[in-house]
């Protein structure tokens, strides 16, 4: 995922275990939007970067009442935190494994603080190794489509009614 983009129509796929039932969802991601920052506190550099996604429930593979606004709301929490610990192992990733600045928050911290920069600049691969970045991700899932409930959910209620 490019952390500087916005891009539209993408498929996604989510797939978590919750307590004795899998949460399995086909989205659609109509945008991304992402906003890179980053500026120099007391002579270090801090990036943060702001990641909004809004997508589209294309297919259920499990039990979720999606026309209910609290399991909507609590599907959103979920991918949230999924995506954020992706893109936080992504950017550990790129600054332990590889010590690479693939992100822009060089040109970031550029653009905000040139004298700060000037001075960073020297060192910046080990400055950059060592540097935090906040990661802040929120999604809005806007429709269901046709899809209100599973068809998994009516048989797990015809087992119920059987036993």
Not at 85 to 90: M, P
């Amino acid at each position: 995922m490019n952390l500087r983009s916005r891009s539209r129509n993408h498929a996604a796929f989510f797939s978590q275990q919750q307590k004795d039932e899998p949460l399995d969802l086909d989205l659609r991601v109509n945008r991304v939007k992402s906003k890179l920052k980053a500026n120099v506190v007391k002579g270090k550099p801090q990036g943060k970067v702001d990641l909004f996604i809004e997508a589209d429930v294309s297919e259920v593979h499990c039990v979720i009442e999606l026309d209910k606004p609290e399991s909507l709301y609590e599907l959103e929490k979920k991918l949230e935190e999924k995506l954020q610990a992706s893109l936080r192992q992504v950017v550990r990733k790129a600054q332990k494994t590889f010590g690479s600045h693939i992100f822009g928050f060089g040109n970031a911290i550029h653009r905000a603080n040139p004298k700060a920069w000037k001075k960073l600049s020297k060192n910046w691969k080990k400055e950059f190794v060592t540097m935090p970045v906040a990661i802040s991700v929120q999604v809005k899932v806007r429709r269901t489509g046709t899809q209100s409930n599973s068809f998994i959910n009516d048989i797990q209620k015809k087992k119920k009614k059987e036993q």
